[in-house]
């Protein structure tokens, strides 16, 4: 700057180093480093608040997409009449899933999940009869308190799995191959019968997802469903028995 007014302004004065000085710039220091720590905790209270509302958001979607395309399949099935399901807009839910596939996708692979953990775990060192019947009754359990998972499975299956093949090949495949293994294993040390595990794990599917797909037919024969608490205590125990005669060590 030139001129008169340059004149008048004048230089800074210099902080003495003695004194008051360091120890006021200290404090001064630590009151924005609390300030600065309080703003961080704040926004990272407000940033977890938003991260559980938008997972709890996407729960809620999932849970109505599941319940959507159990009853319709994915080609009955409308981005709206998920929406709806959900309590949301079309863009909102599409802000979270940009298309109907991706949502599709989404459901199968969380229920795939749901449907694996039973199996996953199976270890060698468990005694056979045990986590066979452990198994049982947990795929038991998914059939009565996650009908349909399983239905929208076979209904996957059944169109033949486009959307889900890159799964089946990967995350069951992996898990299927380990288990076969373990059931191997406890072949080979005699402590179970001579079984082909591949089909013994088959059978236990179909015996225990029977009850899910075909929760009509049950209950038109029996008069019964897995939601009866004595009714799933007898599946349960004939379901084991049948299988368990069937591969205990002659």
């Known amino acids: 700057m030139t001129g008169p007014a340059a004149k008048s302004v004048k230089p800074p004065r210099k902080t003495s180093a003695r004194g008051g000085g360091a120890a006021t710039s200290g404090a001064r220091a630590l009151i924005k480093a609390a300030q600065s720590a309080g703003e961080e905790a704040e926004a990272a209270a407000f940033g977890g608040r938003r991260a559980q509302a938008g997972e709890a958001r996407?729960?809620?979607i999932l849970?109505?997409?599941?319940?959507v395309f159990a009853r319709l399949g994915l080609e009955g099935a409308s981005v709206d009449a998920i929406a709806r399901a959900a309590g949301l807009s079309k863009a909102n839910l599409l802000y979270y899933y940009p298309s109907k596939d991706a949502l599709y996708v989404a459901v199968l692979e969380?229920?795939?999940?749901r449907w694996l953990a039973p199996l996953a775990s199976f270890?060698?060192?468990d005694d056979p009869a045990e986590a066979i019947g452990a198994l049982i009754a947990a795929k038991l359990a998914m059939s009565r308190d996650h009908p349909e998972v399983s239905r929208l499975f076979a209904l996957e299956m059944l169109r033949g799995a486009p959307l889900l093949k890159p799964v089946l090949a990967g995350p069951l495949k992996a898990v299927f191959d380990a288990k076969v293994a373990v059931v191997r294993a406890w072949v080979a040390a005699g402590r179970l019968a001579p079984v082909e595990p591949t089909h013994l794990i088959f059978a236990i599917w179909a015996l225990t997802q029977h009850y899910a797909d075909f929760a009509v037919q049950v209950r038109a024969l029996t008069g019964a469903s897995l939601s009866d608490k004595g009714f799933m205590e007898d599946t349960a125990t004939a379901v084991t028995a049948l299988v368990l005669e069937g591969v205990r060590p002659r």
């Open 58 to 60: 996407r729960a809620s």
């Open 63 to 67: 849970a109505a997409a599941l319940s």
């Open 110 to 113: 969380q229920g795939l999940s």
């Open 123 to 125: 270890r060698s060192e």
